[in-house]
């Protein structure tokens, strides 16, 4: 583990700037504060993508992506935090303290690293066999340059070859001192009985697999004689590579995926590159093995769509619809493109060339229940069972999308689609839910108490108090505003602000989680003597804090000082009218709670039998919409009596 000294290290050196400089060019407008460039996020032509220097951070006013220096770095190269302080700490030059370990940790630790030293070894050894030997060019790069890839995509994919013989790469790396028993972990050697050993990968071009941050995790490898087998070979688990958290491609693809917002997922490895030689980045393939739910997490850290690429073999294709189910079960949206028939993603892509290649995905994307109703349609059209069976195939699709408006809008596509009434699929959809939530303990509880499967109702009364809750979060919100902001502004000689907010909200309850924890905070450290600001909460609040603070201290617009310096016009900023702000702030912010709490003693009063306690809640009604009266005045807005 990262000892909490090198990780501060990190976090006092990273600074936003010069971190987000190496992704985007960042330019101010005019003398504004802010540093702006297009998002990296998402696709954008205008800028909205704002770098606040002096508070190290950063916001996208289009995507709503926002964060430290720590953040930016996590999001965009899909790394976790371990993984970021130690790709800063390199790119600073500080030098990594760990914390002590068990021995069992340190020596898991180091045979890890010492895997991913020995593959890394083998990328090279496999990449300059392909390049300078004749072997390797005459075989290896003329298959390549066969299926027409060229110099840079070699270069970007790291492609090799490996040596005929059976131990090339052994007697290469026994020479350069490699452990054989690690070059047999790392799945690049073969030992058999009688302490036979050879190469695993012998006359074959060689793909290597990186792994999110780009370590060479494992190799695939093709053969290119007609008469050996299995035409394509991979490295076997190791402690570094576990196939099914791994999706070929990603490495080199997540930019792209984050810009398109969009995954295209294909079946192989040379899919994927044929695909980028047509200028199409953001492709995976998950390797020709069934997609899995780690692979999908994947690629939802940069993208929540899925296009799945398929051959035209209706076979093939009914084998992957698991994967299809999977991808909705995950929250996730997936669209089909389906190829002519003996064409794949590889084959038609130079078939067409690049232009018309992106023409055709774009023309050819479907969604997944007009891909699956066509799928079933020939077979089941002149067949009733075969239908019915069709049907419920499509209706259990639906059924694994967790969000009931999508899972609406497919039903009434479906109807139009399969000509069949909603309410029958409706219905089928019902049965299904109900048969899911029997599986599980608490929806059976949930359902017992009558909860509807699908459009439940409110009540007008309902909605009321929806909206007057809301219109306290909004209130809350603009407390924290305040308080982040301006806290130590004085609104009248010696008093700050967060004086006064602190002393008039204290018996006001905080409904919001989020705030109620940041206002919470505030108090408990001000009775340990200490003010907190916005850096504070950046650097030491949850993420959900820290999302919010950020949110709250940046602004999307700035006023130009040209108003004033050139056209002599004076316009007032907030902290020109912070006292009438901050007044005006906590009376609406109490009139909101108060209307909160004559709504539900009206709720109180309409379901109260006893007299008695019916002329309490009077009392409590009066009290409160005197109060509501009062506040009202100062804020200038007319209530009901």
């Given at each position: 583990?990262?000892?909490?000294?090198?990780i501060?290290?990190?976090?006092?050196?990273?600074?936003?700037?010069?971190?987000?400089?190496?992704?985007?060019?960042?330019?101010?407008?005019?003398?504004?504060?802010?540093?702006?460039a297009?998002?990296?996020?998402?696709?954008?032509?205008?800028?909205?993508?704002a770098?606040?220097?002096?508070?190290?951070?950063?916001?996208?006013?289009?995507?709503?992506?926002?964060?430290?220096?720590i953040?930016?770095?996590?999001?965009?190269?899909g790394?976790?935090?371990?993984e970021?302080?130690r790709?800063?700490?390199?790119?600073?030059?500080?030098?990594i303290?760990?914390?002590?370990?068990?021995?069992d940790?340190?020596?898991?630790?180091n045979e890890?690293?010492s895997?991913?030293?020995?593959?890394?070894?083998?990328?090279?050894?496999?990449?300059?066999?392909?390049?300078?030997?004749d072997e390797?060019?005459?075989?290896?790069?003329?298959?390549f340059?066969?299926?027409?890839y060229?110099?840079?995509?070699?270069?970007?994919?790291?492609?090799?070859?490996?040596q005929?013989?059976?131990?090339?790469?052994?007697?290469?790396?026994?020479?350069?001192?490699?452990?054989?028993?690690?070059?047999?972990?790392?799945?690049?050697?073969?030992?058999?009985?009688?302490?036979?050993?050879?190469?695993?990968?012998?006359g074959?071009?060689?793909?290597?697999?990186h792994?999110?941050?780009?370590?060479?995790?494992a190799?695939?490898?093709?053969?290119?004689?007609?008469?050996?087998?299995p035409?394509?070979?991979n490295s076997?688990?190791?402690?570094?590579y576990?196939?099914?958290?791994?999706?070929?491609?990603l490495?080199?693809?997540?930019?792209?995926?984050?810009?398109?917002?969009?995954?295209?997922?294909?079946?192989?490895?040379?899919?994927v590159i044929?695909?980028?030689?047509?200028?199409?980045?953001?492709?995976?393939?998950?390797?020709?093995?069934?997609?899995?739910?780690?692979?999908?997490?994947?690629?939802?850290?940069?993208?929540?769509?899925i296009?799945?690429?398929?051959?035209?073999?209706?076979?093939g294709?009914?084998?992957?619809?698991?994967?299809?189910?999977?991808?909705?079960?995950?929250?996730?949206?997936?669209?089909?493109?389906?190829?002519?028939e003996?064409?794949d993603?590889?084959s038609?892509?130079?078939k067409?060339?690049?232009?018309?290649?992106?023409?055709?995905?774009?023309?050819?994307t479907?969604?997944?229940?007009?891909?699956k109703?066509?799928?079933?349609?020939?077979?089941?059209?002149r067949?009733?069972?075969?239908?019915?069976?069709?049907?419920?195939?499509?209706?259990?699709?639906?059924?694994k999308?967790?969000?009931?408006?999508?899972?609406?809008?497919?039903?009434?596509?479906?109807?139009?689609?399969?000509?069949?009434?909603e309410?029958v699929l409706?219905?089928e959809?019902?049965?299904i839910l109900?048969?899911d939530r029997?599986?599980?303990?608490k929806?059976?509880?949930?359902?017992?108490?009558?909860?509807r499967?699908?459009?439940?109702?409110i009540?007008?009364t309902?909605?009321?108090?929806i909206?007057?809750?809301?219109?306290?979060?909004?209130?809350?919100?603009?407390?924290?505003?305040?308080?982040?902001?301006?806290?130590?502004?004085?609104i009248?000689?010696?008093?700050k602000?967060?004086?006064?907010?602190?002393?008039?909200?204290?018996?006001?309850?905080?409904?919001t989680?989020?705030?109620?924890?940041?206002?919470?905070?505030?108090?408990?450290?001000?009775?340990?003597?200490?003010?907190?600001?916005?850096?504070?909460?950046i650097?030491?609040?949850?993420?959900?804090?820290?999302?919010?603070?950020?949110?709250?201290?940046?602004?999307?617009?700035?006023?130009?000082?040209?108003?004033?310096?050139?056209?002599?016009?004076?316009?007032?900023?907030?902290?020109?009218l912070l006292?009438?702000?901050?007044?005006?702030?906590?009376a609406?912010?109490?009139?909101?709670?108060?209307?909160k709490?004559?709504?539900?003693?009206l709720?109180?009063?309409?379901?109260?039998?006893?007299s008695?306690?019916?002329?309490?809640?009077f009392?409590?009604?009066?009290?409160?919409?005197?109060?509501?009266?009062?506040?009202?005045?100062?804020?200038?807005?007319?209530v009901?009596?």
């Amino acid at each position: 583990m990262i000892a909490k000294q090198t990780i501060q290290e990190v976090q006092d050196r990273a600074d936003i700037e010069d971190i987000v400089s190496d992704y985007v060019t960042l330019k101010r407008k005019g003398s504004g504060k802010y540093l702006w460039a297009c998002c990296p996020f998402h696709d954008e032509k205008t800028p909205s993508f704002a770098v606040t220097p002096d508070r190290g951070i950063y916001k996208c006013f289009g995507c709503g992506k926002s964060g430290d220096s720590i953040n930016f770095v996590m999001e965009h190269d899909g790394l976790n935090y371990v993984e970021t302080i130690r790709h800063l700490a390199k790119k600073y030059g500080i030098e990594i303290i760990e914390d002590e370990q068990t021995d069992d940790q340190l020596a898991e630790q180091n045979e890890k690293d010492s895997l991913y030293i020995v593959l890394n070894y083998a990328n090279e050894y496999f990449k300059k066999q392909l390049l300078e030997t004749d072997e390797g060019k005459s075989i290896g790069l003329s298959y390549f340059k066969e299926r027409g890839y060229d110099a840079p995509i070699i270069e970007k994919f790291q492609l090799g070859y490996s040596q005929s013989a059976w131990d090339s790469l052994l007697q290469d790396a026994t020479k350069n001192a490699y452990n054989e028993d690690l070059l047999e972990k790392a799945g690049l050697i073969v030992r058999k009985e009688g302490d036979k050993k050879y190469d695993r990968f012998r006359g074959r071009v060689i793909f290597p697999i990186h792994n999110v941050t780009g370590k060479v995790v494992a190799f695939g490898a093709r053969t290119l004689k007609k008469d050996d087998k299995p035409k394509y070979l991979n490295s076997p688990e190791s402690d570094v590579y576990h196939k099914s958290k791994i999706l070929y491609g990603l490495y080199q693809a997540k930019g792209a995926i984050r810009q398109q917002d969009n995954c295209y997922l294909v079946e192989g490895y040379t899919d994927v590159i044929s695909l980028h030689q047509s200028d199409i980045e953001n492709v995976v393939s998950s390797s020709g093995t069934s997609l899995t739910d780690e692979q999908i997490k994947l690629i939802s850290r940069f993208s929540q769509n899925i296009t799945v690429l398929f051959d035209g073999d209706a076979a093939g294709m009914k084998a992957s619809l698991r994967g299809i189910d999977m991808i909705l079960e995950a929250g996730m949206n997936v669209r089909v493109v389906v190829f002519p028939e003996g064409e794949d993603p590889d084959s038609y892509s130079k078939k067409l060339g690049t232009s018309e290649f992106k023409a055709f995905l774009k023309e050819h994307t479907t969604d997944f229940i007009s891909f699956k109703t066509s799928l079933y349609a020939e077979e089941s059209a002149r067949d009733p069972l075969k239908k019915a069976e069709s049907i419920k195939e499509i209706v259990s699709s639906i059924g694994k999308i967790p969000d009931g408006i999508k899972r609406a809008v497919y039903l009434k596509e479906s109807s139009k689609l399969l000509d069949i009434d909603e309410s029958v699929l409706v219905a089928e959809l019902n049965k299904i839910l109900i048969k899911d939530r029997r599986k599980d303990t608490k929806k059976r509880e949930e359902e017992a108490t009558g909860e509807r499967l699908l459009d439940e109702l409110i009540t007008e009364t309902e909605v009321k108090s929806i909206d007057v809750k809301d219109q306290i979060r909004i209130q809350e919100r603009e407390s924290i505003r305040l308080l982040v902001n301006y806290g130590l502004n004085e609104i009248e000689e010696e008093y700050k602000i967060y004086n006064y907010l602190l002393n008039e909200l204290e018996d006001v309850e905080f409904v919001t989680p989020v705030y109620k924890e940041i206002f919470e905070l505030f108090k408990e450290r001000l009775d340990q003597g200490e003010v907190i600001d916005d850096q504070y909460l950046i650097a030491n609040g949850s993420e959900a804090i820290k999302k919010e603070v950020i949110d709250l201290v940046t602004e999307r617009r700035e006023i130009s000082p040209n108003w004033n310096d050139k056209y002599q016009i004076f316009i007032p900023a907030e902290h020109d009218l912070l006292e009438t702000v901050v007044y005006t702030h906590v009376a609406r912010l109490k009139f909101r709670v108060i209307q909160k709490l004559i709504t539900e003693n009206l709720a109180k009063m309409k379901v109260e039998k006893d007299s008695e306690e019916q002329d309490k809640l009077f009392i409590i009604h009066d009290r409160l919409k005197k109060s509501e009266m009062e506040l009202a005045k100062v804020l200038g807005i007319v209530v009901s009596r």
